[in-house]
């Protein structure tokens, strides 16, 4: 008797062992230094920030559940802050990121730790400055897998390879923002785009610095492509090669072949790559889509091609790469039929179903603007703004919107954010552009306070003022059910009966179509400050954002904690 009773509390042990291993999750620690790097880049050496030394940063991989801990020491001549692109950041939105959103800076010659646990997610996301242009060079990819004793839901792959979009300018990017800033015009263009920090053989004094992929023939590789560009939407080919499309911004998708893949700024994309050509090398390769139309002209765009090289094992070095055909520049179509083409894994890990209750509904436009020039500033008026329902964001100055919101401080935002424009008018019509007035919009600081676990579903809608744009929305601390987009002015008579409520992919970014819309559904389950705003960074700084302000829930789990100790302080 007594023998079957310690076998049975063994058993018992035993289980519990098994189960808590099964769940066992770790600590994961990185220290960041943020310097100066000089590198030589399109015949010039000059000087940029970086992580650690190196351009782009180093790469971040976490197992679902980890507790990430980043100490961030800036030593470059800027404020800082990092933004952990895509991550939910469950009670810790101190750790978000966005400078004045959810923190001050750090400022030169000061550290902050982020400390966050990374749950309910897996897959593909990356880590960017949140501040100023500092993002085109301080960035890294975030790669998040399953527990152990979980899998993907395809096909173990025979290695993972981060892809990095990245663009570059040959200049100071934050002298890039800030002569935009002072003229009131658009941000100079890029130099280059960039794979993995390299331009490629297209661009001068480069035919040295391409990125290079050596792989086995008749093996599957997992591509992370991650768009880290500022301000470009990159179509990407592999010449010969199919790709699959397996999960989207960490959230797993139904299995997508493609020729082409085409991502918006702050995108991930997935793809399985399965070397099955003959032995030989293939460009990889990435171009602007470009859609910005001003008065009925295309709006300059850096019309160039990065290119990287796939070489198989036992290739002749002296083989010249097979080059893809990529799509031209404004090759909408392709573009809508990769947007639109994507749907949600139904039962894969952490998927979740649209939820059918909406308790927030807005309509919401999109587009630029102009404001009026500063008086005694060199300005050659009006300036180039950008706005939400006419309404043209502001950041707060002395303490950061969540500080406020926390603390209860008043007289740094209001609650009245517009759930529809001002009048209604053609959205898509060029016409608007007669109407001097409608082309200003007023500069403030406007959010939308929401109930703990409320459903929002917001109509993102492009307007044709100053001319279409594709916008890349990008909602932190969530991701959203695309329920449907599509072109000209959103129907709630016709176009609601498109909306997917079944198998949506499940995003964090929505590119709503170059003049056109797109619906997004999410529950609010994450109390905090969290941003919403345009990842084009010529648009961010302009006032293309709003942010929502998520009230606690009813439970210790459901309630934001206070500020770490070492959150930096604003100057006063």
Same mark, same amino acid.
């Given at each position: 008797?007594?023998?079957?009773?310690?076998?049975?509390?063994?058993?018992?042990?035993?289980?519990?062992?098994?189960?808590?291993?099964?769940?066992?999750?770790?600590?994961?620690?990185?220290?960041?230094?943020?310097?100066?790097?000089?590198?030589?880049?399109?015949?010039?050496?000059?000087?940029?920030?970086?992580?650690?030394?190196?351009?782009?940063?180093?790469?971040?991989?976490?197992?679902? &559940?980890?507790?990430?801990?980043?100490?961030?020491?800036?030593?470059?001549?800027?404020?800082?802050?990092?933004?952990?692109?895509?991550?939910?950041?469950?009670?810790?939105?101190?750790?978000?990121?966005?400078?004045?959103?959810?923190?001050?800076?750090?400022?030169?010659?000061?550290?902050?730790?982020?400390?966050?646990?990374?749950?309910?997610?897996?897959?593909?996301?990356?880590?960017?400055?949140?501040?100023?242009?500092?993002?085109?060079?301080?960035?890294?990819?975030?790669?998040?897998?399953?527990?152990?004793?979980?899998?993907?839901?395809?096909?173990?792959?025979?290695?993972?390879?981060?892809?990095?979009?990245?663009?570059?300018?040959?200049?100071?990017?934050?002298?890039?923002?800030?002569?935009?800033?002072?003229?009131?015009?658009?941000?100079?263009?890029?130099?280059?785009?960039?794979?993995?920090?390299?331009?490629?053989?297209?661009?001068?004094?480069?035919?040295?610095?391409?990125?290079?992929?050596?792989?086995?023939?008749?093996?599957?590789?997992?591509?992370?492509?991650?768009?880290?560009?500022?301000?470009?939407?990159? /179509?990407?080919?592999?010449?010969?090669?199919?790709?699959?499309?397996?999960?989207?911004?960490?959230?797993?998708?139904?299995?997508?072949?493609?020729?082409?893949?085409?991502?918006?700024?702050?995108?991930?994309?997935?793809?399985?790559?399965?070397?099955?050509?003959?032995?030989?090398?293939?460009?990889?390769?990435?171009?602007?889509?470009?859609?910005?139309?001003?008065?009925?002209?295309?709006?300059?765009?850096?019309?160039?091609?990065?290119?990287?090289?796939? #070489?198989?094992?036992?290739?002749?070095?002296?083989?010249?790469?097979?080059?893809?055909?990529?799509?031209?520049?404004?090759? @909408?179509? @392709?573009?809508?039929?990769?947007?639109?083409?994507?749907?949600?894994?139904?039962?894969?890990?952490?998927?979740?179903?649209?939820?059918?209750?909406?308790?927030?509904?807005?309509?919401?436009?999109?587009?630029?603007?102009?404001?009026?020039?500063?008086?005694? =500033?060199?300005?050659?008026?009006?300036?180039?703004?950008?706005?939400?329902?006419?309404?043209?964001?502001?950041?707060?100055?002395?303490?950061?919107?969540?500080?406020? /919101?926390?603390?209860?401080?008043?007289?740094?935002?209001?609650?009245?954010?517009?759930?529809?424009?001002? #009048?209604?008018?053609?959205?898509?019509?060029?016409?608007?552009?007669?109407?001097?007035?409608?082309?200003?919009?007023?500069?403030?600081?406007?959010?939308?306070?929401?109930?703990?676990?409320?459903?929002?579903?917001?109509? /993102?809608?492009?307007?044709?003022?100053?001319?279409?744009?594709?916008?890349?929305?990008?909602?932190? &601390?969530?991701?959203?059910?695309?329920?449907?987009?599509?072109?000209?002015?959103?129907?709630?008579?016709?176009?609601?009966?498109?909306?997917?409520?079944?198998?949506?992919?499940?995003?964090? =970014?929505?590119?709503?179509?170059?003049?056109?819309?797109?619906?997004?559904?999410?529950?609010?389950?994450?109390?905090?400050?969290?941003?919403?705003?345009?990842?084009?960074?010529?648009?961010?700084?302009?006032?293309?954002?709003?942010? /929502?302000?998520?009230?606690?829930?009813?439970?210790?789990?459901?309630?934001?904690?206070?500020?770490?100790?070492?959150?930096?302080?604003?100057?006063?």
């Amino acid at each position: 008797m007594k023998m079957g009773r310690h076998v049975f509390l063994f058993a018992c042990s035993f289980l519990l062992f098994a189960a808590s291993a099964a769940s066992a999750t770790g600590i994961v620690e990185h220290t960041f230094y943020v310097k100066n790097l000089t590198i030589s880049r399109l015949c010039k050496r000059h000087v940029i920030t970086a992580v650690n030394g190196s351009y782009p940063g180093p790469t971040i991989r976490v197992q679902e &559940g980890d507790t990430l801990i980043v100490h961030v020491i800036n030593l470059s001549p800027y404020n800082m802050t990092i933004h952990w692109h895509g991550v939910f950041q469950i009670l810790s939105n101190w750790a978000d990121g966005p400078s004045m959103i959810t923190q001050c800076p750090i400022q030169p010659g000061s550290k902050y730790t982020y400390k966050f646990t990374v749950t309910k997610q897996v897959g593909t996301l990356w880590w960017h400055a949140h501040v100023s242009f500092l993002r085109a060079t301080v960035y890294g990819a975030l790669i998040i897998r399953p527990r152990d004793g979980h899998s993907y839901p395809f096909p173990k792959p025979y290695r993972e390879v981060p892809v990095l979009l990245g663009e570059l300018w040959n200049a100071n990017v934050v002298d890039v923002q800030r002569l935009a800033a002072a003229t009131g015009a658009s941000p100079n263009l890029s130099d280059a785009f960039t794979i993995n920090g390299w331009p490629g053989d297209l661009y001068p004094c480069s035919k040295q610095q391409m990125y290079e992929l050596t792989v086995l023939q008749g093996k599957t590789y997992l591509l992370r492509i991650i768009n880290a560009a500022l301000n470009s939407q990159l /179509f990407y080919k592999i010449a010969n090669h199919k790709l699959t499309v397996v999960a989207v911004d960490s959230s797993y998708t139904e299995p997508y072949i493609t020729d082409v893949v085409v991502a918006a700024p702050g995108q991930t994309v997935d793809v399985l790559l399965t070397t099955d050509q003959s032995v030989g090398s293939y460009y990889m390769a990435a171009r602007p889509y470009a859609t910005a139309v001003v008065g009925g002209a295309l709006v300059p765009f850096a019309n160039t091609t990065t290119r990287g090289v796939l #070489i198989y094992d036992g290739c002749p070095s002296q083989a010249t790469p097979l080059m893809p055909a990529l799509p031209a520049f404004n090759d @909408t179509p @392709t573009a809508n039929k990769f947007y639109s083409g994507l749907k949600a894994l139904v039962g894969a890990p952490f998927w979740v179903p649209v939820p059918r209750k909406v308790d927030h509904e807005m309509f919401v436009t999109i587009g630029l603007a102009l404001a009026p020039c500063p008086a005694n =500033t060199s300005c050659n008026g009006p300036k180039l703004s950008a706005s939400m329902n006419n309404e043209s964001f502001v950041e707060p100055t002395g303490i950061s919107l969540l500080q406020a /919101f926390y603390q209860n401080v008043k007289g740094v935002y209001t609650t009245d954010f517009p759930v529809k424009p001002p #009048i209604k008018f053609d959205y898509t019509n060029d016409t608007v552009n007669n109407n001097l007035p409608m082309l200003f919009a007023p500069k403030s600081t406007k959010v939308t306070e929401l109930k703990f676990n409320s459903t929002v579903e917001i109509i /993102f809608q492009n307007t044709n003022i100053l001319g279409p744009e594709n916008h890349p929305m990008h909602l932190h &601390g969530f991701d959203f059910h695309i329920l449907a987009q599509g072109f000209g002015n959103y129907s709630p008579i016709t176009d609601r009966k498109k909306f997917n409520l079944i198998n949506p992919q499940i995003r964090n =970014t929505v590119a709503v179509p170059v003049g056109g819309w797109a619906v997004i559904r999410f529950v609010a389950n994450n109390p905090g400050v969290w941003i919403l705003h345009c990842h084009l960074d010529a648009h961010l700084p302009v006032g293309l954002a709003t942010a /929502f302000l998520v009230e606690n829930g009813p439970t210790p789990e459901t309630i934001l904690p206070p500020p770490p100790a070492d959150l930096p302080q604003c100057w006063r």
